[in-house]
């Protein structure tokens, strides 16, 4: 697996899954009838910010992860990232690869932890992941996330030092 800058020639790729998770209204706090050019301009960052995609060999995007400061001004010195990864490529190490590889570019960047801000308490794949990454859970929102099946769910606020 390759992971690599992201560029708007990847989006074809990217948008299926990334419409199918956010329509499913599960795992992100975004618009779930988002729209093609909206989630695409959510998506690709553009520097000091940074989008990349993991690869197979043969070129296929397997997921996709954008990378920035947590905060403007004084906040600025903590991370932040998002991650998708494509369900027909999950449990391959896809999430944990492009994780890593957010924590690397945070360090390379010059940040001091970084912090994940809405972690929707039921997605317990990412939760569990995120933990054995070094992050610990902070706080929890109570009923901070809407879960179309699930009801009010809690949002976790999710750090770890860098």
């Known amino acids: 697996m390759l992971i690599r800058e992201a560029n708007v020639h990847d989006w074809p790729a990217v948008w299926p899954f990334f419409h199918g998770i956010v329509a499913a ?7 779930p009838d988002l729209s093609r050019e909206q989630g695409r301009d959510w998506w690709l960052l ?54 890593e590889y957010t924590l690397e570019w945070a360090r390379a960047a010059g940040f001091r932890a970084m912090q994940f801000n809405a ?7 990412a939760v569990r992941l995120y933990r054995s990454l070094g992050f610990e859970v902070l706080g929890t929102l109570p009923e901070g996330f809407r879960h179309p099946v699930r009801g009010y769910v809690g949002l976790h606020i999710m750090h770890r030092p860098l």
């Open 25 to 31: 209204g599960e795992t992100f706090t975004y618009p």
């Open 119 to 125: 972690v929707v308490e039921t997605n317990t794949h």
């Open 46 to 99: 553009s520097a000091p910010d940074r989008t990349v995609v993991a690869v197979d060999d043969a070129g296929t995007v397997l997921g996709t992860a954008k990378m920035n400061a947590n905060q403007k001004g004084n906040g600025s010195h903590i991370a932040s990232a998002s991650y998708m990864v494509d369900p027909a490529h999950a449990r391959r190490g896809v999430g944990r690869a492009l994780c």
